[in-house]
């Protein structure tokens, strides 16, 4: 199966950590990512992680893999309001040929 | 990073006409093309996967004849959503990789389809 799950909502305050966890059902994933979705636009690529990794930083994200769970994290640190969007999931398969996404989670961050 | 360009970013169009959507890769050639659909607080699904000079592959449930998918080049490709109904309407993203081992896939900015 090619099931890719997210919690749908999030809400922080300005200043905290966000943490956004993400489950995939698909073992041969050879790459995972995290996407960040503004209103009315497309996708921007935040960060990667090859599966074979555990953790990867990068400035205030941090990506943290449990392979043998299946499930993937992202912390963003000192969470600002300019970081309210829909955060995606994905993984890729060998070949890299498609990816699959996540239903998303809606972060909405407060001042 | 690698830009890719979707035209045009709206489109209203009446029931039973045809629209086309393009994808350009304007920094880069891109061997492989993805379209994606998107409807309103919900995730990408993925319609088709195309290559350069050849067929698309579209996913199951997709129809080839309805969402015709043409690839001719390595910076172009085109969606045509024939005769579109209302139930067409959605968001259609783009995204396009350099080559078949590069990791990161590049996306368009999305043209939202609204058939009236």
């Known amino acids: 199966g090619e099931d890719v799950e997210q919690s749908l909502f999030l809400s922080v305050r300005e200043g905290d950590s966000s943490v956004i966890n993400c489950t995939y059902t698909?073992?041969?994933?050879?790459?995972l990512y995290w996407y960040k979705q503004e209103p009315g636009a497309g996708l921007q690529l935040l960060t990667y992680?090859?599966?074979?990794?555990d953790m990867k930083q990068d400035q205030r994200l941090t990506v943290l893999l449990n392979k043998k769970d299946k499930h993937l994290s992202l912390r963003i640190a000192d969470t600002q309001t300019g970081d309210s969007a829909i955060y995606f999931c994905?993984?890729?398969?060998?070949?890299?040929?498609?990816?699959?996404f996540g239903t998303g989670t809606r972060l909405l961050v407060s001042p | 990073g690698a830009v890719v360009s979707q035209h045009p970013s709206w489109v209203i169009c009446k029931s039973g006409t045809s629209v086309k959507i393009e994808c350009r890769s304007l920094?880069?050639?891109?061997?492989?093309m993805f379209w994606y659909r998107q409807f309103p607080k919900q995730s990408l699904m993925l319609m088709a996967t195309?290559?350069?000079?050849?067929?698309?592959?579209?996913e199951q449930g997709v129809e080839k004849d309805k969402f015709l998918i043409n690839h001719a080049s390595l910076t172009l490709s085109t969606l045509t959503v024939t005769s579109a109904h209302p139930e067409d309407s959605s968001f259609y993203i783009c995204?396009?990789?350099?080559?078949?081992?590069?990791?990161?896939?590049?996306f368009g900015q999305g043209t939202r389809l609204t058939v009236v």
């Open positions: 698909d073992s041969s994933s050879t790459y």
């Open positions: 992680i090859f599966s074979n990794m």
């Open positions: 994905a993984e890729s398969k060998p070949g890299f040929q498609k990816l699959v």
């Open positions: 920094d880069f050639q891109a061997t492989t």
């Open positions: 195309s290559n350069e000079g050849s067929k698309a592959t579209y």
């Open positions: 995204s396009a990789r350099r080559g078949a081992a590069d990791t990161e896939a590049f």
